[in-house]
């Protein structure tokens, strides 16, 4: 369907009040879990999510044993979202890049659009110059990291679409969630995480007024 052509499936009504809706969460309440098929939603979402040059130089690890999260507790400054929460995802990117993980990528563009690898030489120079010299090779870590971050604002604003609350989380120690996690070993390291689940009743945070400077201090209009 071409939507530009009908109806948007979410008014702008809609999208704006989904976000006005949802807040950084600080209590969940850990008898409520996000449904099977709404988490499913929300993983496809992740998958689906922008990245430079498609590569996706991520992993997003979905952690939901209660032994590992209480592991993870202390090293997340005890936020106790961390536990509470239906689902904590812990976003991994990746620390390098090799020619053969860009090589890995042109056969997936090819098994999944067709056509013959030679005719992306050109697209693969471009990704090769781009992450493997030497110079280019050290900004890997802070890159991937960048696009991590694409898919957790994708990931904060589907579960606002879903009326799934959440909450971004970088207040963790890096070093022992890779060693948790075993990320080091597999050349991923954590950048960032979110819980998401349902807001506790008793969440205060809940009702306070979104505070944002105006759009006219934000925004600014060219041409």
């Not at 009908?6 to 008898?31: C, G, H, I, M």
């Not at 090293?75 to 860009?102: C, K, M, N, P, Y």
């Amino acid at each position: 369907m071409n939507h530009s052509d009908s109806q948007p499936p979410v008014s702008n009504e809609q999208l704006l009040s989904s976000l006005q809706w949802r807040y950084a969460t600080k209590a969940f309440d850990p008898a409520r879990k996000i449904p099977a098929a709404t988490w499913s939603a929300l993983e496809e979402a992740l998958v689906l999510s922008a990245s430079s040059f498609g590569l996706q130089p991520y992993r997003f690890l979905i952690i939901t044993d209660p032994g590992l999260r209480a592991r993870l507790l202390p090293h997340a400054l005890g936020q106790q979202q961390i536990v509470d929460a239906s689902h904590l995802v812990v976003f991994a990117a990746r620390t390098s890049f090799s020619a053969g993980e860009i090589d890995r990528y042109i056969e997936r563009i090819v098994q999944v659009r067709g056509g013959e690898a030679a005719a992306l030489n050109s697209y693969r120079q471009m990704m090769a110059g781009s992450l493997l010299s030497e110079q280019e090779r050290e900004r890997v870590p802070v890159w991937a990291a960048r696009q991590a971050y694409i898919a957790l604002g994708n990931l904060l604003t589907s579960a606002a679409l879903l009326q799934v609350d959440a909450c971004p989380m970088e207040g963790f120690v890096a070093a022992e969630f890779d060693r948790l996690l075993d990320l080091s070993t597999q050349g991923y390291t954590a950048v960032v995480s979110c819980t998401l689940g349902y807001r506790a009743a008793g969440d205060k945070y809940a009702g306070a007024a979104k505070v944002r400077f105006p759009a006219s201090e934000l925004i600014r209009r060219i041409g």
